[in-house]
């Protein structure tokens, strides 16, 4: 079955620290990848996809992921966070046709001022 | 362009009462979905509409919980009777329907049964 993989799930920084989340996905077709972001008492925010093309993918806000085919992972980036990027990440899958979206358990990350 | 829209934001309810939850898509968007999210966790695909027709409802708990989108814009979640677990934000989100169009997600409503 499809699955996404998100190897930590709680991440402390400090401000100008540089930021990797893992995401790591199951499937070995054609796949379609999704970041989003949920801030504290907001909705879900899509921060960046990849559907093709350049595997490297800008984002929102600095962010940006990697797609890396022979390793299966979409991991996102950022060189320098800030107080305000304390928020939950969720990455996600979508498989060639099939339009259910697959989702990571996500990833609560705080930075610490 | 306008959000996607949901009501209420908040509801807390008893254990086995009912309870329902709207929410109108952005316009245009085709495809709609109901997501359960309990915290600490990614959000669970409840239901999925493409207009007015179920596409995927596998994950739906049908002894209690429905669903629909009659005119194939808005549409309503209902959970009867609700049980503990059920204490969670359900979201819904909405996108064009097309291979490379993106979800966007309203703000939730946040269930607490009690």
């Known amino acids: 079955a499809q699955s996404v993989s998100q190897h930590n799930h709680h991440v402390i920084l400090s401000e100008a620290a540089s930021l990797e989340l893992g995401c790591n996905y199951s499937y070995g077709g054609t796949v379609n990848l999704f970041w989003y972001v949920q801030y504290p008492g907001q909705h879900l925010q899509l921060l960046l996809k990849y559907f093709s093309g350049d595997p490297l993918v800008k984002g929102i806000k600095g962010f940006e992921a990697e797609f890396i085919k022979s390793k299966f992972s979409f991991n996102l980036r950022k060189p320098s966070v800030q107080w305000s990027d304390t928020a939950e990440y969720f990455c996600a899958s979508i498989r060639g046709n099939n339009r259910k979206l697959i989702w990571g358990l996500g990833t609560s990350l705080a930075v610490n001022p | 362009e306008a959000g996607v829209a949901q009501s209420p934001r908040y509801k807390i309810i008893e254990k086995r009462q009912s309870v329902a939850f709207w929410c109108n898509p952005i316009?245009?968007?085709?495809?709609l979905y109901w997501y359960q999210q309990i915290l600490g966790q990614g959000p669970k695909l409840l239901i999925q509409?493409?207009?007015?027709?179920?596409?995927?409802d596998s994950q739906l708990p049908k002894d209690r919980f429905s669903a629909e989108r009659l005119k194939g814009v808005d549409s309503t979640l209902k959970i009867q009777p609700a049980k503990l677990e059920d204490s969670a934000v359900y979201l819904c989100?909405?996108?064009?329907?097309?291979?490379?169009?993106?979800?966007?997600f309203g703000n939730g409503t946040r269930l607490t049964v009690t």
């Open positions: 316009s245009g968007h085709a495809t």
């Open positions: 989100a909405s996108s064009l329907g097309t291979q490379n169009s993106p979800l966007h």
């Open positions: 509409f493409q207009n007015n027709g179920v596409v995927d």
